[in-house]
């Protein structure tokens, strides 16, 4: 069965190099190109976007497998993974809308084998060649480096954009 997802494009680097902050400039610049942006987000941390107090939070708590909230301006599902396990990249991004989305952006799960472009910042105290595996095809850095692969300045999110342009016109 073909792949009927958008494709899948990770940002990945080491925690503190501004992965998030590129991703808010980048999103919107994007859209300015005509693509409409999906993003999944890895996070280490317990995911509430409910408020404790409101029904729907009390009502997930309560059991609910899952829970929809809805308005007029925007809805949200939460669901409740049964074996308390991360789920794979490849079923979240089968989760997003195809209608409404032509990429979708990864932020971490920087172990999947997907395209990705790796950021670098000299600060963080790290070695840059521990971001690069085979399913790298950029990097965006605020240093000049030594590699094959194409290099971006991370710190200017513009030319990072038109790379992403390039890249998924060119799929």
Do not use: C
């Not at 999944?40 to 609910?64: F, Q, W």
């Not at 497998?65 to 308390?84: F, G, H, K, P, Y």
């Not at 910042?121 to 085979?134: F, Y």
């Amino acid at each position: 069965m073909p792949d009927t997802h958008p494709p899948l494009l990770a940002i990945t680097a080491y925690s503190g190099t501004g992965k998030t902050s590129l991703l808010k400039e980048l999103i919107p610049l994007l859209n300015q190109e005509g693509i409409r942006i999906g993003l999944i987000k890895h996070t280490h941390h317990k995911v509430d976007v409910d408020t404790p107090g409101k029904d729907s939070y009390e009502l997930r708590k309560a059991g609910a497998r899952q829970t929809m909230v809805a308005s007029d301006t925007r809805w949200a599902l939460m669901t409740e993974n049964q074996e308390e396990e991360m789920p794979s990249l490849s079923w979240l991004a089968e989760q997003m809308n195809p209608a409404l989305v032509d990429l979708i952006l990864v932020e971490g799960f920087k172990a999947e084998p997907v395209p990705k472009i790796a950021l670098f910042r000299s600060d963080t105290g790290k070695d840059w060649h521990t971001l690069i595996d085979d399913y790298v095809i950029a990097v965006a850095s605020n240093e000049k480096l030594d590699m094959t692969l194409p290099l971006l300045d991370i710190n200017k999110p513009a030319s990072v954009a038109a790379f992403i342009v390039k890249w998924l016109a060119n799929r």
